[in-house]
Every structure is written in structure tokens, then in C-alpha cells.
């Protein structure tokens, strides 16, 4: 029998902004929710295999101090476990790797209240926003950043190692003044601070504390570690970044 361990359930006070339960419940509309990302800074990215361990990973991240998660549509198991999650009530769960009008309508069905995409298209941009849902489509380029400026501030950088990294993301602030990223993508403990670091940075994705394996594993108690440990990073980062420079 496949071994699991515990989740430690009183929640760590490591965290850069508080999201309770009740905060989690009275956002309603797609800025609310984007402030939310903003608030937390990172956006834990969720490859689920069983919709049986979306509640235990769930439990995981809000112990973390992370009441946050973007389901990625890469199993069958995707749409339950976002159903299972946002029931809830104090997580946000958005759905990630989204490419078709379809999958919109499925996440929204299932209580996302946000929606990622790798790439940008406008038939998603503008279904999540008829079912009145926070979109983050991908733009790496500035033409592709041009492109979403159309009725969106806020794209997902990705894949960001690969496309320039931190380095890329603030050449494109520079002529894309009020224009956020939410990089994913090649992102860990070793370079988050690098990314949380540049002010048009809005959130960071990633999966290094959620990763495939320790899901699998049933490894909760590490993966609410590996959580705390990121958030800490991230309250530390935004400390300095909210210093007022002499």
C-alpha cells in the first residue's frame, strides 16, 4: 500500500498577505481575483492524476499559507479536481493549460474562477471574460504583449527559463508600462526571488512545490513545507520591494 503522509493542519504565519477563507469566498469579480494572485505572489501549478487527492493537496496549500491553485487541464482527472477544490470555499482555483473555448466552459462549470493559457487566443480571452472569469493568456513577445493588450493587463510569461527569463520580462516592462507578468516555467526556490524581484512581476507559477511526484506519492506534509518555504520567499522579496529607497 502506497505510504502517504500527514498534513500538518494549523497553518504557517509564513506568508507575505494573509488570504482567509472568508477573503477567498467574497471574490466575485476577475480584478478581485487578480488581486488575490497579486496579494499571494504565486500561483502553485497542479498536475493532478486522481481527483481523490485534490481536498488532501488542497488542505496542503492552504497549511502553506497558499490558498491558491491553478489545475492544469493535462489529465482527465483536471475538471474533478477543480470541482472537489473550489467546494471548498477557501481556495482559489483556477484552470491551467486551457486552449479551447470548450475547456473554458468546462473549468467555469466547475467552479474556476480563473483561467491560464500558454498562448494567447482570442476566442478564450473573450469567452472568459462573457462567463466573467480572470484570463492570463501567454505572451512572450511584444507583439504577442501588444495583442493581449486588448481589454487585459495581466498575461502569463511563458515558457519564462526558456524565453529570456528575468532579463526578458523587464525589457518587455519598459515599453509595456502597466503591464503584469505571471512567469511559469523553468521557476524554483533558486531564481523565484530573482523573478518576485522585478516590480512588473505580479505573481509567480510554478510547481516545485506541488510537483507530479510528491502528489503522487501522497507526500502532503512535504509539499505544505515545500509551500511555507516559498511563501517565506516571497514575503521576504516583496518586504524589500515595498522598502522606499533612500
Not at 498577505?17 to 496579494?39: E, F, I
Not at 470541482?83 to 471548498?88: E, K, N, T, Y
Amino acid at each position: 500500500m502506497e505510504s502517504r503522509s500527514e498534513v500538518v493542519t494549523e497553518p504557517t504565519t509564513q506568508t507575505a498577505h494573509t488570504l482567509s477563507g472568508s477573503a477567498v469566498g467574497a471574490l466575485a469579480l476577475p480584478m478581485d481575483v487578480l488581486s488575490a494572485l497579486r496579494t499571494a505572489c504565486l500561483v502553485p501549478v497542479v498536475v493532478l492524476d486522481e481527483a481523490a487527492q485534490a481536498d488532501d493537496l488542497a488542505t496542503a496549500l492552504v497549511a502553506g499559507g497558499l490558498p491558491i491553485a491553478e489545475v492544469a487541464f493535462r489529465t482527465v482527472a483536471a475538471l474533478d479536481s477543480i470541482r472537489v477544490m473550489s467546494a471548498r470555499g477557501d481556495v482559489i482555483v483556477g484552470a491551467g493549460t486551457v486552449v479551447t473555448v470548450a475547456q473554458v466552459d468546462q473549468a467555469v462549470a466547475a467552479g474556476a474562477r480563473f483561467v491560464v493559457s500558454p498562448g494567447l487566443s482570442r476566442d478564450v480571452v473573450e469567452r472568459c471574460q462573457e462567463n466573467g472569469v480572470l484570463v492570463l493568456p501567454g505572451a512572450v513577445t511584444a507583439t504577442e504583449v501588444q495583442a493581449a493588450l486588448e481589454g487585459l493587463t495581466t498575461v502569463k510569461f511563458f515558457p519564462a527559463h526558456t524565453s529570456g527569463g528575468p532579463a526578458a520580462i523587464a525589457a518587455l516592462g519598459a515599453p509595456f508600462a502597466g503591464v503584469s507578468f505571471v512567469p511559469t516555467g523553468g521557476i524554483g526556490p533558486k531564481n523565484l526571488a530573482e523573478y518576485l524581484s522585478l516590480p512588473m512581476v505580479a505573481a509567480v507559477g510554478g510547481s516545485w512545490m506541488v510537483s507530479r511526484d510528491l502528489v503522487k506519492a501522497g507526500d502532503f506534509a512535504r509539499i505544505q513545507r515545500l509551500t511555507a518555504d516559498a511563501v517565506a520567499v516571497a514575503k521576504t522579496v516583496l518586504a524589500s520591494r515595498t522598502q522606499p529607497t533612500s
